[in-house]
């Protein structure tokens, strides 16, 4: 399946494709649009773009909309969408001290990326890497 979100990709949308092919969409394919551009409904199924689906929703980012939305039930993946969170979403407090970090990692990723696609790898490593710490500690 396709997915299409809007280019220059952060700390959200990477976590987000990150889960989309670990859990949901092994075969996932994405698409990235021009930051306010509409999707089109034959690009595919939109994702981080305010009125899709798959956005924020209720003050929480897109990732954990996605955990929401697929039954994901892991201790860890609540872990990381705390996180992702924290570092996407303003907030008045802060209770996970990675977020920052995450934050940053993820956009300095993006800055020695070629484009989306060498970014969405990257990140990739990073939430594999993260899921796998987590898991190790007991989240």
Known sequence: MKWVTWENIGVDRMACAW???RWIDPKAEFV???RGEKPEPEEGEPFDIPGARYSHHGGHCTFYVFLQEHKLDDPVLRRIAQMVDEADVIQEVMVEPAATGLDLICRGLRQIS???FEALEH???IYEALYAQ???DGA
């Open 134 to 136: 987590l898991s190790k």
């Open 32 to 34: 990235f649009i021009s």
């Open 19 to 21: 889960l989309i092919r």
């Open 123 to 125: 990140g990739r490593l």
């Open 114 to 116: 070629k484009d989306d």
